[in-house]
T-cell receptor, first 109, second 115 residues
Framework: DAKTTQPPSMDCAEGRAANLPCNHS???????VYWYRQIHSQGPQYIIH?????ETNEMASLIITEDRKSSTLILPHATLRDTAVYYC??????????WGAGTKLIIKP | DTGVSQDPRHKITKRGQNVTFRCDPI?????LYWYRQTLGQGPEFLTY????????KSRLLSDRFSAERPKGSFSTLEIQRTEQGDSAMYLC?????????????FGSGTRLTVV
């Protein structure tokens, strides 16, 4: 089962790209990596997920290393509304998400 | 379908009282999860249902907690004889079972304060 490790906090200037790293060295070959974020006092919000290939959607890009031991979530043009806790999550063999403590991302004007 | 709905959004109760929360998942989702989240922590798994069957319960789910999903649609989470340590955000999520690459959709949560 994939356990993930993230830095506890990061800052990013408004308008710049925010790059959030995640280590998941124990991930197995068929385990997806999911990213969620949680804005204060709200439920977690799905951002993106990936298996092997890099992924992009309207919210973010996900870069997964070839060995799949780590990934980076990229918010291309961070805004103040992107301030949140970002969770990099694995899924266990029973399709359950395995949550860590996340990275608190603060976007500064 | 507007997503996962939770009711109420906020609940303040006196210690020792019983409380019940409701979750309405996305209609085509067959799995429903309950999580608890305290300040500064990630969500902690409590229990989940596949259709109406409760398939797993966390050790966090003491005897005072009970969850039901009687018809495989909405679910309720009841806490009996509430304690101050039960104060937390209770999150509900739903998903499609057995579909890798399909994440969860969360509700906005019910914030419980036990005074």
């Amino acid at each position: 089962d994939a356990k993930t490790t993230q830095p506890p906090s990061m800052d990013c200037a408004e308008g710049r790209a925010a790059n959030l790293p995640c280590n998941h060295s124990t991930i197995s070959g068929n385990e997806y990596v999911y990213w969620y974020r949680q804005i204060h006092s709200q439920g977690p919000q799905y951002i993106i997920h990936g298996l092997k290939n890099n992924e992009t959607n309207e919210m973010a890009s996900l870069i997964i290393t070839e060995d799949r031991k780590s990934s980076t979530l990229i918010l291309p043009h961070a805004t103040l509304r992107d301030t949140a806790v970002y969770y990099c999550i694995g899924m266990d063999s029973n399709y359950q998400l395995i949550w860590g403590a996340g990275t608190k991302l603060i976007i500064k004007p | 379908d507007t997503g996962v709905s939770q009711d109420p959004r906020h609940k303040i109760t006196k210690r020792g009282q019983n409380v019940t929360f409701r979750c309405d998942p996305i209609s085509e989702h067959n799995r429903l999860y309950w999580y608890r989240q305290t300040l500064g922590q990630g969500p902690e798994f409590l229990t989940y249902f596949q259709n109406e069957a409760q398939l797993e319960k966390s050790r966090l789910l003491s005897d005072r907690f009970s969850a039901e999903r009687p018809k495989g649609s909405f679910s309720t989470l009841e806490i009996q004889r509430t304690e101050q340590g039960d104060s937390a955000m209770y999150l509900c999520a739903s998903s499609l079972a057995g579909v890798r690459g399909y994440g969860y959709t969360f509700g906005s949560g019910t914030r419980l304060t036990v005074v």
